[in-house]
């Protein structure tokens, strides 16, 4: 099979944005929104899909005035150095987010399901599951991910209902944690989160039409957002502003909380199956995303061969690190700078140019 | 662009150091789009106009041939002979002539459905009339079959019925001989009377009766009988010559079922088209005929709705099995792997079954059926993943009592895939998943076994697949009992020798039993050996091991197709699902057909099925 | 592609057998049911573990239930507890795995002394979790309630501990199921002490040593564990709990006391009194009583004070009268029922008094003042610390009784006309 993805529909869409969205639920990035914005917290993931939200809207409507993919668009619209610009740094921000996503994980891994295993043999293992998935193709990793959405959800749900003896509503008050403008401030610092939104329009015609998009991110970028919001607003409910913003692991912590009985109690390791998968899948998407995104412009004729190597790549980035506080603080360095440029500015300009180009026809017309 | 030294360079280095994948056809996907490209013929009065003329010019032809017959017998003087001959030739053109009248000859091309049209005098256009209802020539299970009848003056027939629902001997003793052999005499001119005197005097088949529209005559041919028809009758005569049951047909010997029928397919190719045939009695239920291997010539038969199955799919399917070459065909599993994709996972891309009632059931919902001569068992494609968990009889069943069996289906299969993987990754990386009092109990149970648990489970997995290969394989009743009482004695055995603990052997037993619970043996092989990879995995990082091994079957799943059709359809992709998947609904709520296989008639029946639930019940009168 | 997949598959085989996976067979892990944490000299700590012993309790049917110890206490003596868990190693060939803990027991010295270095490091590590329970061992070590606790019934300790706990809110709520969650949680939060249910071990003697007498009208003397008078059985007792003012313990709640949280807190489910008989006090009446909705808790500032007023609806079953007079009728009923609601404000308002005294907000009644705060930094601003102590707290007991049990009505005792 050669880059060219395949058909997709709204469906596929949904599943690829919720997935490449979601994963850091299970990573520190909410115990940080908790510690920043306290009670409030749980509001900054809907604060950063409004901003987002907005943004995408603009894109989308350059969209349908545009042909093709996002690449060819930004050809269209400001020629081709642009364009390969563009494609380049998205290209950088996926393999960013794969790698700050393998290293996460397997550190994760390490801490909760496996604290005896050697750390170069976990992060292999995942690098090794990915490069599989990605030869399978954006189509399985599409349809998988729609297949796996009910069950993801499911699990988080059913981890914040078996917590609920431990909630008390107290928790959440005072309702405006830090204040409003602080969750406004972090809420729009965190709009980078759903830079994977931006996979629509990169793979742009293969979702049939813009409105499919449109409505793809609207609801798996959305969804992603209420279960987040749900998942973070469960998190202070049981532990508190002040015990929660010390956690690595909300998601984690959470469910080693439930106990609902002598039988029901312990479950965390049953949960490790959804987050291995979340992890996996996501990192996978990105991979691909990055690879397509090099294979476009260069017009290359399959990306396979490519795979071991941007795995290994991937890799050895995400080995770099020195400790974990150092890959959390990188990780909400690029949230908030680079993912939040990419998210804004590239939008942005081709909403410019379309309104521009708009306008400039209208006039010849009239003239 | 212009050639420069530079692009000239970028081109070479591009040819050198970039992978070209050879060039291969992309691969088949079954298209949404054929549906529209079959208007249908009623919509074009062009059409019709032009079918009017030619049956006039084919009229013409006649009377012209007529004609310069009879000008040859008067020239030749061999009038007195000839007499007879021509006048009743000359009937028979009266009567095509009046058919001709251009009210009735509108009328009957206007006519949509052939099959409401009447008998006409013209053998010829009778002939054209059948071949058109049973897509001749590309079907092969209609016989047409020309005579001549020994009267004075003979007098043309022609004689009509399907292979494999009739009976062969009956045909020729019943029909042929006395027709063709033992039919000296005079006869009749005239059509009413012509039809009256064979019944009575030629044909010594022991059910005759007049037919005269098309309707009658296609619902008897499906039904095994044999159709008689005589140049210049305005009817037909029908024989009875049904004559599949007297074969030897066989119960299924491994899809059995509680309910449904109970026939099996047989290793005669026209005996199981015959089966099929008397399951789904449609005159547009093609069977061709592709021979295949280049030593032996094995006949394929490939059938199919005409009206219903997607055509690409069956042009498809015959491209794939006339395009392969190998020797010598033996068994249709043989045949599968030459025409299927090729795709990592061991899944069965099509269903294999030896039940004629679920292959009915798929071709009426627009799919392709594939027998080999020789094999008992029939293909089916395309299918979905979902198709391998239904069984045969569950749309015999009440929905809610079918559905149990199908959810305990699902839940089989994953505790089939999962249970010894599961349990190995709890044991070795997640102890505290289990309740304090069995983590404590296995672990006291495996304190004298002086093996790991992953030996344990892999010993006793092995020694399952044993004793089911050898049930199998050991001959007769022997088998099975051989199976149960290996199975028992090595169980307590193992357990009291302290080689395995006891928790393993319910594990191995359950899942046993659990991976028998899938309908279809390949699928159910495939539950096997993922099993044991995922076995494997769990080993090596317990959950994490076990949630890479299904995430990647899973993609895998999502990736296949199926001849042309998404595996995971559909789910994966979405589309519009019918109430047939995991759960199925009621058979009233059956409106529509897959939407993967994209048919040429999505309805399968209308929103309101049950009309008579709204009719009042007889005797009751509206007030 | 063989070569491919035979090549994966040597690796995967060269990982494991690397044993870099770090798998563990069951019979390479000693499960630990309970630790137990004591002062010891020069500042360190002795942890004491009790370890199951998985032989003994995978008897097969049929040889009399496994027979011998199913556990086993190790004590040793370390300046933390990961030290301990490593030096637990030199003495056990497995390696020891914390997951199945069910209780914390502290030894009461150590609980005097302050919690808040010892317990830090476990919320940190993963074998340990909020769902553990947290006791405190009254008037004896941790040490000894391990060794003690010899449970009649269950097969391990631990099942007993557990059992306990389930019970605690449907058996008169006497003592509490206090969570490690929720123990540390009050630690870090503002507001509200830390509360463990007490465990003590009872010489079985019989000797009655109540803690308090009769808070008239209630015929019940209170009790701590370690004192209750009872024979026989399992030693260890779990009754009352002990309170904590930032980490370090400060008092204890006797049963009734105990009693009086649980239905603040609403976790009492249900438990029986002995009132005296409001028309002849040297008789009793028994009534199964439970909460006829949770406890509603309005506060407000008034001139700086923080006032709170608790109103609670208690409902209750008579399950004997001994004057046998008739309480079912209605007037009857009103004063019965004034007796109890009485009863209840006087115990609870002395439970409060009690924790005011200490400064320990064991019923985390700040939590109620955060609706007068939007915003988290004037929340932070108010000394919590102190409001508890100087709160205005007025508790209003209503009581209803419901039922009346299996008679309708009493008729006199003959002679007593």
């Known amino acids: 099979m050669s880059f060219h993805p395949g058909r997709m529909g709204m469906a596929e869409g949904i599943g690829l944005t919720f997935l ?4 850091r639920i299970f990573l520190t990035t909410p115990a940080i929104s908790v510690d920043a914005v306290k009670n409030l917290a749980w509001a900054t993931p809907l604060i950063a899909f409004a901003a987002d939200l907005a943004v995408f809207y603009m894109l989308f409507y350059a969209q349908a005035r545009l042909r093709g993919d996002l690449f060819s668009q930004c050809e269209q619209c400001f020629g081709r150095p642009v364009a390969w610009l563009v494609a380049i740094f998205y290209a950088a921000v996926f393999m960013l987010d794969a790698t700050l996503l393998l290293r996460q994980f397997a550190e994760n891994t390490l801490l909760t399901a496996l604290p005896y295993a050697d750390f170069r043999f976990v992060i292999i293992w995942y690098a090794f599951f990915v490069v599989i998935l990605v030869y399978f193709g954006i189509e399985g990793l599409a349809r998988a991910s729609y297949l796996m959405l009910p069950w993801i959800i499911f699990s988080i749900f059913l981890v914040l209902a078996l917590a609920a003896p431990f909630y008390d509503p107290y928790n959440l008050l005072p309702w405006q944690g830090a204040g409003v403008g602080e969750a406004a401030k972090r809420g729009l610092l965190l709009a980078g989160l759903n830079i994977g939104g931006v996979l629509l329009p990169i793979l742009g015609p293969q979702f049939q039409t813009v409105k499919t998009q449109k409505v793809a991110f609207v609801l798996g970028a959305g969804g992603s957002t209420v279960v987040r919001s749900v998942m973070v607003a469960g998190f202070i409910l049981a532990f508190g502003v002040a015990e929660a913003g010390e956690k690595t692991l909300p998601f984690f912590e959470l469910s080693r909380l439930v106990y609902l009985s002598r039988y029901i109690q312990r479950i965390e390791a049953t949960f490790i199956i959804i987050w291995v998968i979340v992890g996996i899948l996501s990192i996978a998407i990105n991979i691909y995303m990055a690879l397509y995104l090099i294979a476009r412009p260069l017009k290359l004729p399959s990306l396979r061969p490519l795979v071991p190597v941007m795995a290994m790549i991937v890799v050895n980035m995400a080995i770099l690190p020195p400790d974990v506080m150092t890959v959390a603080q990188i990780d909400s360095m690029l949230l908030t700078t680079l993912f939040n440029f990419g998210i804004v500015v590239v939008p942005l300009a081709l909403f410019l140019a379309v309104l521009i180009r708009r306008k400039r026809r209208r006039l010849r017309c009239h003239a | 662009m212009e050639e420069t030294l530079f692009s000239k360079i970028g081109v070479f280095l591009n040819r050198m150091l970039v992978f070209q994948p050879p060039k291969l056809p992309s691969r088949f996907v079954l298209e949404e789009k054929s549906r529209n490209d079959s208007p249908s013929q009623a919509e074009d009065p062009l059409k019709k106009a032009l079918a009017e003329l030619e049956a006039l010019i084919r009229y013409g032809r006649r009377l012209q041939a007529t004609l310069e017959k009879t000008r040859a017998a008067l020239q030749g003087n061999r009038w007195d002979d000839e007499r007879k001959v021509l006048r009743a030739e000359y009937t028979a053109l009266e009567k095509q002539r009046q058919e001709l009248n251009p009210l009735v000859l509108a009328y009957d091309v206007q006519t949509d459905n052939a099959g409401e049209r009447p008998v006409s005098t013209s053998l ?22 020309d005579l001549t009848i020994g009267t004075a003056p003979p007098l043309k027939a022609m004689l009509i019925y399907l ?3 009739t009976d062969g001997k009956i045909v020729g003793l019943m029909i042929l001989q006395p027709l063709m052999l033992l039919s000296q005499g005079k006869r009749k001119a005239t059509g009413d009377a012509l039809i009256r005197q064979v019944m009575e005097e030629l044909l010594p088949g022991n059910q005759v009766q007049p037919v005269g529209n098309f309707q009658d005559i296609q619902d008897r041919v499906n039904s095994g009988d044999t159709v008689v028809f005589l140049d210049g009758a305005a009817e037909a005569l029908v024989v009875e010559t049904k004559g599949w049951e007297h074969r030897g047909v066989g119960r299924p010997a491994i899809e059995q079922s509680i309910r449904g029928s109970q026939a099996a397919f047989a290793e005669n190719l026209r005996v199981n088209t015959g089966l099929i045939r008397t399951m789904l009695r449609s005159s547009d239920l093609v069977t061709e005929m592709v021979p295949v291997g280049t030593r032996s010539r094995v006949n394929c038969a490939i059938m199919y709705l005409e009206s219903v199955a997607n055509a690409d799919l069956v042009a498809e399917v015959k491209r794939r099995v006339s395009g392969f ?36 059931s798929h071709l009426s919902e627009g799919r392709v059926a594939i027998i080999t001569e020789g094999s008992p068992f029939a293909l089916v494609v395309p299918v979905t993943f979902f198709t391998f968990f239904h069984s045969a009889e569950d749309f015999s069943l009440n929905p809610i009592a079918a559905n149990f069996l199908r959810l305990l289906r699902v839940l089989g299969t994953f505790i089939s895939i999962m249970l010894p993987a599961l349990y190995i990754a709890i044991t070795y990386f997640h102890q505290e998943a289990l309740p304090t009092e069995l ?3 296995i672990a006291g149970a495996r304190e004298d076994v002086p093996f790991p648990a992953i030996f344990e489970v892999i010993m006793m997995e092995l020694s399952f697949e044993l004793i089911r290969e050898a049930g199998v394989r050991i001959p007769g009743v022997l088998g099975s009992t051989i199976g149960i009482v290996g199975a028992i004695i090595l169980g307590q055995a193992a357990v009291s020798a302290h080689i395995v603990s006891p928790i393993i052997v319910i594990l191995v037993a359950i899942t046993g039993l659990a991976s028998s619970i899938i309908p279809e043996y390949r699928m159910a092989l495939f539950a096997r050996l993922s099993r044991f990879a995922l076995l494997l995995l769990a080993t090596f990082t317990g959950l994490v091991g076990l949630a890479s091994g299904v995430l990647t079957i899973v993609v895998g799943l999502c990736s296949m197709k199926s001849y042309g059709v998404p595996y995971m359809a559909p789910i994966g992709p979405k589309v519009v699902p019918t109430l047939d998947v995991v759960v199925r609904g009621s058979a009233e709520r059956r409106e529509r057909r897959p939407d993967s296989l994209n048919t040429k008639d999505p309805t399968r029946q209308p929103y309101v099925s049950r009309e008579w639930a709204r009719k009042l019940p007889t005797g009751e009168e509206e007030k | 592609m063989p070569r491919l997949i035979l090549g994966i598959f040597l690796l995967l085989t060269a990982l494991l057998l690397a044993g870099c996976n770090g798998s563990r067979e069951t019979d390479e892990i000693a499960y630990i049911t309970a630790v137990g944490i004591d002062s010891a000299p020069e500042g360190k700590i002795k942890v004491s573990y009790r370890i199951a012993q998985p032989a003994a309790l995978a008897g097969e049917a049929g040889k009399g239930g496994g027979g011998g110890r199913t556990t086993e206490v190790l004590g040793i003596v370390a300046p933390s507890l990961a030290i301990a868990r490593d030096e637990l190693g030199a003495s056990v060939a497995r390696v020891p795995n914390l997951a199945h803990i069910k209780a914390i027991v502290i030894g009461e010295d150590l609980a005097r002394q302050g919690l808040g270095d010892s317990l830090g490091p476990l919320m940190r590590f993963r074998e340990f979790r909020g769902s553990m329970f947290i006791l405190v061992a009254k008037g004896t070590t941790a040490e000894q309630v391990l060794r003690q606790n ?15 706990m389930e019970n605690a809110s449907v058996t008169g709520g006497y003592h509490m199921q206090t969570f490690f969650h929720h123990f540390y949680l009050r630690l870090k939060a503002a507001g509200g002490a830390p509360i463990a249910t007490l465990i003590g071990v009872n010489p079985l003697t019989e000797e009655d040593q109540p803690s308090a007498g009769p808070t008239s009208p209630e015929k019940s003397y209170e009790y701590l564990p370690e004192k209750l008078p009872r024979t026989a059985g399992n030693p260890a007792t779990l009754l009352g709990v002990a309170i904590f003012y930032h980490g370090s313990m400060v008092g204890v709640l006797t049963d009734e006391e105990t009693r009086m949280l649980s239905i603040l807190v609403n976790e009492f489910e249900r438990g029986f009194i002995t009132i005296e008989d409001p028309l002849e006090p040297s008789r009793g009446i028994n009534v199964l009583m439970r909460p006829g909705s949770s406890p509603r808790i309005d506060t407000a500032f008034v001139d700086g004070r923080a006032v709170v007023r608790i109103h ?22 009103t004063l019965l029922e004034n007796q109890i609601s009485q009863l209840f404000e006087l115990e609870m308002t002395q439970m409060l008094r009690h924790t005011q005294e200490v400064n320990a907000d064991v019923a985390n009644l700040s939590k109620y003042f955060r609706p007068h705060f939007a915003r988290y930094q004037d929340f932070r601003s108010i000394d919590w610390d102190n409001l508890y102590s100087q709160m205005d707290i007025q508790v209003e007991v209503e009581t209803k009784i419901r039922r009346f049990g299996l008679m309708r009505n009493t008729a006199p005792l003959r002679g007593k006309e």
């Open chain 2, 439 to 441: 983590a404590l109990a």
């Open chain 3, 150 to 164: 010899k449970p009649i019934i269950e097969k391990l300790p631990s099942r007993f501990v557990e059992g306990m």
């Open chain 1, 20 to 23: 490449v969205t979601f994963p």
């Open chain 2, 124 to 145: 010829t256009e009778n002939r054209r009339l059948v071949e058109a209802l049973y897509r001749l020539p590309v079907n092969k299970d209609l016989i047409v079959r």
């Open chain 2, 163 to 165: 292979e494999g629902l």
């Open chain 3, 312 to 333: 609670i609806l208690m409902e209750g079953e008579v399950t004997s009268i001994g004057s046998g007079i008739n309480y079912e009728d209605g007037e009857y009923r």
């Open chain 2, 325 to 360: 070459s190998t020797d010598y065909v033996d068994d249709s599993g043989f045949l599968e792997q030459f025409i299927e994709d090729k795709f990592i996972l061991p899944l069965p891309q099509s269903l294999s079954t030896e039940r004629p009632d679920r292959v009915a």
